[in-house]
């Protein structure tokens, strides 16, 4: 175990202090170089925090939806396979639920701020608190 901060405390740091300290200085071409470094920062903290849990909860779903063991890499390669030949489709229990979810994960780490993954987050939590 490696002592604190971790990759993900260090890696935020550097994106804020990047976008509170340093950003309001840079004029220009290099103000937009900067930006793109802080974005590409904030897409690392958020790989860090959000990767591993996401793509366990992949697996699991392809393990359940395909009935087989094997890497992510091998799971997915399997269930592209699967469409491709016509041996699954969004009528096959779980495969739809499997692909919003894995969408809804990947935008969670890519895009956060996407409109419309914002307002599926809130649609899913007032559907949550009503049921």
């Not at 897409?43 to 990767?51: C, G, H, M, N, W």
């Not at 692909?99 to 007032?126: C, F, G, H, I, N």
Request: aromatic residues 4%; without cysteine.
């Amino acid at each position: 175990m490696q002592d604190e901060p971790g990759p993900t405390e260090l890696t935020k740091a550097v994106a804020d202090f990047l976008r509170e300290d340093i950003a309001p200085l840079v004029p220009g071409q290099n103000a937009f170089k900067l930006r793109v470094a802080i974005n590409m920062l904030d897409l690392v903290s958020r790989q860090l925090t959000l990767e591993a849990a996401s793509d366990a909860a992949e697996g699991e779903r392809l393990r359940r939806l395909l009935a087989m063991q094997g890497s992510l890499f091998e799971l997915n390669r399997a269930l592209a396979d699967k469409i491709a030949k016509g041996e699954v489709n969004l009528q096959t229990p779980g495969l739809a639920e499997h692909l919003w979810a894995t969408t809804m994960d990947k935008l969670a780490v890519d895009q956060p701020a996407y409109a419309a993954y914002r307002r599926e987050l809130e649609r899913s939590k007032a559907a949550t608190i009503t049921s």
